[in-house]
Structure formats: C-alpha cells, structure tokens
C-alpha cells in the first residue's frame, strides 16, 4: 500500500458526483506533459487532455468536397515563431479553438459515465488568454485591434460557455525561466529553437503575475477564486523516486490533522459546486 493508498476514490463511491477539472499551468517546457504522464500513471482512472500540439505543427483543411482527402495547410506552431507580427493572432484563434473543443468535448461524456472522475487539462482556454495572448499583445506582436478582437470573442464565448468551462483548479507547474530554457534544449523541438530565454522570462512573469501575484485583470471572479496549487518542479523528477511520490501526493493528499490548511488541490476541488 502506497502513501495515497485510500485518497483516490473508487468509481462507486462517486457515481453522480460531476467531473473535477483541472488544468495543468506552466511555462514551455517546464515539465507538463512529463507529469501529466506521471499522473496518469499514479491515477489511471483520471481523464487526460494533452495539448494539441500536433494539430498546430499540421493545419490540415477539410477537404473540398465531403469524404475527400484533407490537405496539409502548414505548421502553423513555426510559422508563428517565425514571424510573431505576421501568424500570432492566427495562432491565438487556432489554439483557442482548439482548447474550446478539448474543454467542452471533455465535459459532454455522459455524466454517470464521468462521475467521479478526475479530468486535467494540459493549459487552458484561460492561459490562452492570460499568458500567450496577452504577452503577444505586450511584446508588440499583436497589435491593438489585434487584442481588442481576441479579448471581445474570448469573454463573450467565457460567458456563453461559463459553466460548462468552469475548472475546479489549478496547478502551476513552477520553475526559472532558466531551468525551462534548459529542457527546452534538451527536448529540441524544431519549431523552438529560436526561443531565448527572455522570451521565457516574459512568460514566467506573466503566470506569476496571474497565478501567484493575482494582479492580471480577468474577465470572471470565479475564475479570480479558483483553488491553486503551486509546484516547485525545479528539481529533477523524471527518474522516479521520493521527489515524484512527493509531488503527486501534494497533487491529492488528504487534509491532514496537523494541518487542516494543507489539503491537496482535489480534496479542495471537491468542496466547490459546478
Ligand atoms: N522534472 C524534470 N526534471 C528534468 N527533466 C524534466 C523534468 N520534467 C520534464 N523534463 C524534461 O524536459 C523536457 C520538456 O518536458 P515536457 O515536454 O514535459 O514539457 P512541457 O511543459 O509539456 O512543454 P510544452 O510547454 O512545450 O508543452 C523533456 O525533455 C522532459 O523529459
Ligand atoms: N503563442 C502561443 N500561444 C498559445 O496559446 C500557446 N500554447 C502553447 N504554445 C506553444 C508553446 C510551445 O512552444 C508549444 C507547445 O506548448 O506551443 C503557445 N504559443
């Protein structure tokens, strides 16, 4: 029996209970999708959405006619490294889109197939928003309609789609911008190698100004309250060992006596209504 031994619940116990949705946060590279597999492996009953990532490097179209052949319309992930002022706002649509349908898809599995459950997100159509886009703004690649557009369609499909996008919490992958920039190199993803480390600082910043500091402006209070669980994956977790079991307890631990206050992010969850 390991430490979370009990922590989980058993499908049975939770038939009715409606999904609790967390999203994974972080900066490129920190680390998400490495423990979102670590995760998975821990809780294999929990649902997982990774980032559509290979959707973006592969734009396909929808074939001129119905049941012909899609075609391959770019990669758009390097188009935007490339020339930000040119492909951000196309990237920012796209990506949007696309985490719309993951968020949304997620949450119309029939509710006594999904109750109980457990489903994460890697990002959100809220650090869409309050990290890339909003930096794209502020690092001059996107212009001032640019933002002023993408900000109207955003809270007007934020509201229209409020409860059925509502997450029960967050958990911010936290590392230096330093640290990222090291992976970054070592996982050498081809449309990144132009990334420098400031670009990384713009972004570190902007997840601590939302998630930590709270001072970025957003559109809703019940995303401002939204439960946080803050990481520290400075450390090297990859190869298993005490840092990993520490790091997916904190994930769900249950309250413990000595500190009723430190109760794990999904404990927390499970007290917040949908
Ligand atoms: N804690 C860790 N210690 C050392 N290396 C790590 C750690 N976590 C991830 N890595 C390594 O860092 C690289 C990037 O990790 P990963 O792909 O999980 O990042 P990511 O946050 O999902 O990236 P992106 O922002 O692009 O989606 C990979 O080579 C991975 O093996
Ligand atoms: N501009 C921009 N906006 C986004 O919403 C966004 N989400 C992810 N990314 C980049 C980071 C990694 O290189 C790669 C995989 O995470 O995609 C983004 N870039």
């Known amino acids: 029996q390991g ?29 998400k999708s490495t423990f979102v597999k670590l995760l998975v492996n821990t809780y294999p009953e929990w649902h997982v959405a990774t980032e559509p990532v290979a959707t973006w490097q592969d734009v396909q179209s929808a074939g001129p006619q119905k049941g012909s052949a899609p075609q391959s319309l770019g990669n758009l992930l390097d188009m935007m490294y490339r020339d930000p002022a040119r492909w951000a706002y196309t990237f920012q649509t796209f990506s949007f889109m696309s985490r719309l349908k993951v968020q949304l898809e997620s949450c119309s599995e029939k509710p006594d197939e999904a109750g109980g459950l457990v489903q994460v997100f890697e990002r959100s159509v809220y650090s869409d928003r309050y990290i890339f886009a909003k930096n794209l703004f502020e690092n001059g690649s996107l212009s001032d309609i640019e933002w002023h557009i993408y900000q109207y369609w ?39 190698k132009g990334i420098e480390l400031a670009y990384l600082e713009q972004l570190h910043d902007q997840h601590e100004a939302w998630l930590v500091r709270k001072t970025t402006k957003v559109h809703s209070k019940a995303l401002q309250s939204t439960p946080l669980l803050v990481l520290d994956v400075n450390d090297d977790f990859s190869e298993g060992g005490a840092k990993q079991e520490e790091l997916m307890s904190k994930g769900r631990s249950p309250p413990s006596p000595e500190a009723p206050h430190k109760k794990g992010l999904v404990n927390r969850c499970q007290k917040i209504s949908h």
């Open 3 to 31: 430490p979370l031994q009990g922590a989980v619940p058993s499908r049975g116990m939770h038939a009715k209970r409606d999904p609790r949705r967390l999203s994974i946060e972080g900066n490129i590279a920190v680390g």
């Open 154 to 192: 955003h809270t007007f499909l934020m509201q229209e789609f409020a409860s059925r996008l509502r997450l029960h919490g967050f958990i911010y992958l936290q590392a230096t911008p330093q640290v990222c920039l090291k992976r970054l190199h070592q996982r050498a993803r081809a449309e990144e």
